[in-house]
């Protein structure tokens, strides 16, 4: 037998291992999370019966926690026992739960108080496969708040959209995000760099890099060279979007958005889609990344353009929640105020 025929064997038995595993590992997860929604109905049904529910119900969790552990081991801590309280008030149709997150997941989940925000975030764990730590990161960067300003038309209809579907990529600029947030480097906030340093930080990183994107991305490489007649220049980053199936070009930029900056971006997007693009695939997209916008240069330099281009904001540092929230409601407050004034 040649060495062709027995790789092809051992593949063929990697793939039926590995998909037994998986299975496995489903089947164990549905039945934890069976579990532990019926421990969470068990508590809640006792809690109803007690005379005085706040304090019985504290109590409940204190004395189940220390007889289970005792009794079963790890795993029964009152703060575990309140997620599982929660797993089933939250979910109160087992069904509803998805096999394809683990309790961890959704303990994560009950950490977001907004009840859009945690059906947005619980979408894309399962439209992106995050692990725990990676929809941590997202939560943490607020990745909800900050889609939502991303185009600077919030409204009540994306706030359901976003919370029903997640990110849907109807057209180019649902990719975008305002700001990006780069905190996985650990560069100081007010750290003067070069825009190649930035670059080589971002490259060494990758795959965080990628997952700020968001979904659908692949790294084709930095320092793509374009050469029109005997000048050499060069794009800082370029990914694929298989989603999009689009090219999309990144320059990196460490001052504010400068208009020459978007006639550079329409060049190589205009390159790309000449010589690089496929038949089958869509018109490429630049994204200029800048440490700063200004909302004026952006919309006269931007304006009539036939490609898709885009400027945004990055930071080093995860935005204040807060604030977000607070900028996310001030814009539905003021399209609230424009809308009634129509209507009276």
Not at 89 to 102: E, V
Not at 266 to 289: H, Q, R, T
Request: hydrophobic share 40%; net charge negative; glycine share 6%.
């Amino acid at each position: 037998m040649s060495e062709l025929q027995n790789q092809a064997i051992i593949n063929e038995i990697r793939q039926i291992l590995q998909s037994a595993r998986e299975n496995v590992a489903r089947a164990v997860n549905n039945e934890l999370l069976f579990a532990y929604w019926n421990i969470g109905k068990i508590i809640v049904d006792n809690e109803q019966a007690g005379s005085e529910k706040a304090e019985y119900g504290k109590q409940l969790l204190k004395s189940l926690s220390k007889e289970l552990t005792r009794e079963l081991g790890k795993g029964f801590s009152r703060s575990n026992l309140q997620n599982m309280r929660l797993l089933y008030l939250n979910y109160p149709i087992c069904q509803s739960l998805s096999g394809k997150l683990s309790f961890t997941h959704y303990c994560e989940l009950f950490t977001v108080s907004d009840k859009n925000a945690r059906s947005f975030y619980e979408q894309e764990a399962l439209n992106s496969n995050w692990s725990v730590r990676e929809m941590k990161r997202q939560i943490d960067t607020s990745l909800f708040e900050r889609m939502l300003l991303s185009e600077g038309k919030t409204n009540k209809e994306k706030v359901l959209m976003l919370a029903k579907e997640g990110i849907v990529y109807r057209k180019p600029n649902d990719i975008l995000k305002d700001p990006y947030v780069f905190e996985f480097l650990g560069i100081p906030e007010n750290k003067p760099m070069l825009e190649k340093d930035l670059e080589k930080a971002i490259i060494i990183k990758i795959e965080n890099f990628l997952l700020e994107l968001g979904r659908g991305f692949m790294f084709v490489g930095s320092q793509q060279r374009i050469t029109l007649g005997n000048t050499h220049y060069y794009v800082d980053m370029v990914f694929y979007n298989k989603i999009l199936k689009a090219y999309v070009l990144i320059d990196l930029k460490m001052g504010s958005l400068k208009p020459e900056n978007i006639g550079q971006m329409n060049m190589y997007v205009n390159y790309y889609a000449s010589e690089v693009n496929d038949e089958d695939d869509e018109k490429p997209m630049g994204i200029i990344l800048c440490a700063d916008t200004s909302e004026i240069v952006a919309e006269y330099a931007l304006g009539g353009l036939e490609n898709q281009i885009f400027a945004s904001k990055y930071v080093y540092y995860i935005p204040n929640k807060q604030e977000l929230i607070e900028q996310v409601q001030s814009v539905l407050n003021e399209i609230g105020e424009k809308n009634k004034k129509i209507s009276d």
